[in-house]
C-alpha cells in the first residue's frame, strides 16, 4: 500500500501553545529551527497575522524564514473553549 502523506493545507502547522512548556519558545515543525516568541528581530520568523477576540489573543500566525512554512499558535485563550 502507498503511503501518502497528506500534507495539511500546503504547508501550514498548528502549534498549541497549552502544551508547550517553558518560555514558549518551539521548534519549527518543518525545519526545526527554534523560534522565540522573545525574538523580536523577524530574522527567524514574522508574523502574518493576528486574531484577536474581544481584547484577547487568540491566534498568532507566522511564517517560518527558514523554510517557508506557515505556522499557527493557538492555545492562547483556555477559557471558552467548553460547549
Ligand atoms: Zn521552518
Redesign the pocket.
Known sequence: MMKKATIRKSGIYTIDLTKIDGDGAFP??????IISPDDETEEVYQIVETKVKGDDLAEIILR?N????TIRLVGFLQQSIEG
Request: net charge positive.
Open positions: 519549527c515543525p518543518k525545519c526545526g529551527v517560518c527558514k523554510c517557508g512554512s
